[in-house]
């Protein structure tokens, strides 16, 4: 029965706005504020508070400073969250049946 690997699925990873963060910076590495914003169709507000959970749980680095004057954000995926996604994933395989 497929439920009985429920318990698998990382909820730090699984809101549709943080599975679109780690998914992103799977494929990117590295990502600024505002490209992320963009490419994922988020408020400021809710971005922040999604990328300090991930940031909080280790799976991403934010790294902060200052080009041209101008403020700085930018995200990098981790050791740790990159294990924590192919870990999501495979979960989510398993629920499928498709055995990641």
Known sequence: MASKGIGQIDEVIHGRLRLGIMTYLAN???ADFTELASALE?????LSVHLRKLEDAGYIEIEKSFLDRKPL???RITKIGRAAFKA?????????????
């Open 28 to 30: 990117a590495e590295v």
């Open 42 to 46: 988020a408020t400021r507000g809710n």
């Open 73 to 75: 954000t930018r995200a």
């Open 88 to 100: 999501y994933v495979k979960a989510i395989a398993d629920l499928l049946g498709d055995g990641g």
